[in-house]
């Protein structure tokens, strides 16, 4: 059965969506098909989240809002979700990885705003005769019919809106609410708390699990810090201590942070990951776990929980690996790894590089191939490149990275001159291509 987990925050700029695609990625990490709904239709953004994944060719050519406008302007009722409404971020080539996203469409158009524009949320939800709200529930229920998701996480807009209130009073099994502390963040995330929990919003006669989050608070440096760091918690969760669940007792005795992080504010990336959450500096990261157990609290059986915690050791071994200038010990420790989690590209991709590195070829090619089986990213690609080479098999380096040396980075372009030296000796046209490369990347002749 689809869990339905919405994603909420009184104002913007908390990390509500950077929260969801950390969750996202995390869930698929770890085998559940994900879906990823973005109704934050005023300030769509999930899919940037994703673009080292999305190419703007894989976008689906319509989103939720042009669902919405087919049935509320248009009077039609699509059938299905279809691939005209969602995409896959995954080809089917990446065997361990499901992720889905049903995006809001494409907000760099003018068709998007104005049919953004043309929709009457009042008229849809509120009016005597008004179909918006078994409209909502036949969308969720299309959702998990058509696409499966194990799990579908929604992405709200913020405020007290209509879509809003709808998607995380009737649509969502669990919220999680994020807030930073200041009084606009508080009263406006105690609004709508006191909206979920009023019996007459309570169509489902369903009790909510609600996750409040604390975010965007600066990381203490020093002892003092970590003192008012604690006392703003506690003066925080006393601010909500007035919920209380149907047994009466208090909804809010604690909540999570997730503290700023200087990296985040200059580039939001993920959190959460194998080479991110044992890091000495991965507090954060750490912070996202947490999240993520409280969320998927319950949720997994005693087998899947045992599997998660044996990719968790392996991610450790991988790390202690990476950090290992010893090759022969980092490979010790990752052939440990891959016994614990053989369905890892990552832990392959670290045999491999090792394996180059003390010039056992054969061996670092068997790894990359079973890496680029799960995974077939480029950069996997372009490992392999390297190893062909540095193996002197110049045809097989050459003739792959061929269709890859004007990928964006210095590496992609250098390998394809290096091998096509060594095919057609240095000439003229292998000059110009090295040439260019200096040309391209600058910073490569003075290295």
Sequence with gaps: ????????????????????????????????????????????????????????????????????????????????????????????????????????????????????????????????????????????????????????????????????????????????????NNEENISGSKRIIESLLNPENDLLKKEKSLVLILSRIPMPQSAEDKSREKMIKEQFVKRFSIFKNRQGEELFNSTLIIHSDRNLELKEDFKIGYDLEFKSDGAVSQEYLALFDRITEGDFSQEEQKRFNRIKEANMLSYLAAKEPDDRKAILKLEKALEVNPNNPNILIGLAIRHDTVKEYEKALSYINKAIEINPSYEFKLYRVIINYNSKKFQEAYDEILPMKDFEGTWYLYMYCLAKSQLFSYNEEVSNDFNELIEKYPSFHSA
């Design 1 to 180: 059965m689809m869990k339905t987990i919405a994603f909420y925050s009184y104002k913007g700029g908390v990390g509500r969506t950077l929260a969801l695609s950390n969750i996202a990625m995390r869930l698929s990490e770890f085998g559940k098909k994900v879906c990823m709904l973005d109704i934050d239709l005023e300030a769509p953004g999930l899919h940037y989240k994703f673009k080292e994944y999305l190419q703007p060719e894989k976008m689906p050519p319509k989103g939720i809002v042009d669902y919405i406008h087919e049935f509320a302007i248009e009077k039609r009722l699509p059938k299905k979700i279809s691939k005209d409404y969602y995409c896959s971020l995954f080809s089917d080539e990446y065997k361990n990885l499901s992720l889905q996203l049903i995006p809001a469409g494409n907000p760099d158009s003018k068709e998007y705003w104005s049919k953004l524009s043309a929709i009457n949320w009042h008229e849809l939800l509120y009016r005597d005769d008004a179909e918006g709200i078994p409209f909502f529930f036949d969308l969720k229920s299309k959702i998990e019919r058509d696409i499966k998701p194990d799990y579908l996480l929604i992405d709200t807009r913020t405020g007290i809106t209509e879509i809003s209130s709808l998607t995380i009073s009737l649509l969502a099994d669990k919220v999680v609410i994020l807030a930073v």
